[in-house]
C-alpha cells in the first residue's frame, strides 16, 4: 500500500542517516570534545562506556519503534471491521519480559559504569607527581607539593579581547607520568572540569577529592568551574598544559626562581562565617 512503502522510504532515510553520520569522526567519538581521544589514560574508557551506553540505548528505541509501527500496520482498523479486538487483561509471559529485560540492561550498564569509574578513580598506585588544585572564589591556585613550589592565580578579566585565554591560570602536566590530583576548596563549594580530559570532580567544602591521570597528549586544555559558586563563577577559568617532563622541570625551576616556594596551605583560607548571640553569620575575612 502507499502508506506502507511511505513507512519504509522513512525507515531506510533514517537508517542511511545513521549510518552516514557513524562515518564522522565527531560520530566516531560520541560527539565529545575534539581533544579528548588519547588525551590522558581515562579518556578512551570514558569515550567507549559513553559511546556503548548509546548504542544500547539506540538499539532500544529502534525495537520499540519497530514495535510501535508494526503495531500500527498490522493491527489498524480496516474497513468493515465492527468489532474490536479480543482485549486481554493479563499477559505473563509479556508482562516477565519487560520487567526481566529492563533489569538485565540495567544491571549489565551499572556493571560495566562500576568497573569503568573503579579504573578512573583509583588511586592505589604510586604518582611519579603530586599537585593539589585548590579552588578559590574566583580563581585557583596550584600547589606543585612534588617540588615544593606553587602558583597563586587571580580572578580572570574577561575583556573578549585576544590573548586573554593567555593570561589564565595555567597548571603544567608532564606528558608520560602519572600525576596525583587533589582537589579542595578555600571556602564555596567548586568543581574541576578539564572538557578535553572528559574529567569533572567536585571539590566540596572540607573534603578533599584525589584522582590519577597519565596526560598523554602534549598540547593546552582548557579548565573551568563546573559548579554554580557565585557572583564571578563565570570567570574561573584555566588552562592546563601538558608538557615533557624536561619543560615541566622548567617550569617548576621557573617558579622557585619567581620566589613562589612552598605551598599554599589552609592557612591562607579566609574564615568566611562566624556565629554571634542572635544566631546569624557573617563574612569575617575574604582571600585571594
Not at 540495567?106 to 556493571?111: N, P, Q, S, T
Not at 600547589?143 to 591560570?169: C, I, K, M, R
Not at 598523554?216 to 608538557?243: I, P
Request: with cysteine; charged share 20%.
Amino acid at each position: 500500500s502507499p502508506r506502507s512503502r511511505k513507512l519504509a522510504v522513512t525507515a531506510a532515510a533514517l537508517v542511511a542517516a545513521t549510518a552516514l553520520a557513524g562515518c564522522s569522526e565527531e560520530a566516531q567519538r560520541g560527539f565529545l570534545p575534539e581533544s579528548a581521544p588519547g588525551a590522558t589514560n581515562h579518556t578512551d574508557t570514558i569515550m567507549s562506556l559513553w559511546n556503548n551506553s548509546w548504542i544500547a540505548a539506540l538499539a532500544v528505541g529502534v525495537l520499540v519503534w519497530g514495535l510501535l509501527l508494526w503495531c500500527i500496520v498490522a493491527y489498524r482498523r480496516r474497513k468493515g471491521d465492527n468489532e474490536l479486538p479480543v482485549q486481554l487483561r493479563y499477559h505473563v509471559p509479556l508482562e516477565l519480559m519487560y520487567t526481566f529485560v529492563p533489569i538485565v540492561m540495567v544491571g549489565v550498564l551499572f556493571a560495566y559504569t562500576s568497573r569503568s569509574m573503579g579504573e578512573i578513580l583509583d588511586t592505589s598506585a604510586e604518582p611519579d607527581v603530586e599537585i593539589e588544585v585548590v579552588g578559590k572564589r574566583w580563581s585557583w591556585d596550584f600547589n606543585y607539593t612534588s617540588d615544593d613550589v606553587h602558583y597563586s592565580g587571580v580572578q580572570a578579566n574577561l575583556t573578549g579581547e585576544t590573548g586573554v585565554p593567555e593570561t589564565l591560570p595555567t597548571l603544567y602536566l608532564p606528558e608520560g607520568e602519572l600525576v596525583e590530583i587533589s582537589l579542595r576548596t578555600r571556602d564555596v563549594n567548586h568543581a574541576f572540569w578539564v572538557p578535553g580530559f572528559l574529567m569533572k570532580l567536585d571539590m566540596i567544602s572540607g573534603r578533599t577529592n584525589t584522582f590519577q591521570i597519565v596526560p598523554e597528549k602534549t598540547g593546552v586544555y582548557e579548565g573551568k568551574c563546573a559548579e554554580l559558586c557565585g557572583e564571578y563563577h563565570a570567570s574561573m577559568l584555566f588552562n592546563v598544559e601538558v608538557v615533557t617532563p624536561e619543560e615541566y622541570d622548567q617550569q617548576m625551576a621557573a617558579l622557585a626562581d619567581q620566589g613562589n616556594t612552598g605551598v599554599r596551605g589552609p592557612e591562607y583560607d579566609p574564615q568566611y562565617f562566624t556565629g554571634n548571640n542572635d544566631g546569624e553569620q557573617h563574612q569575617e575575612g575574604s582571600g585571594n
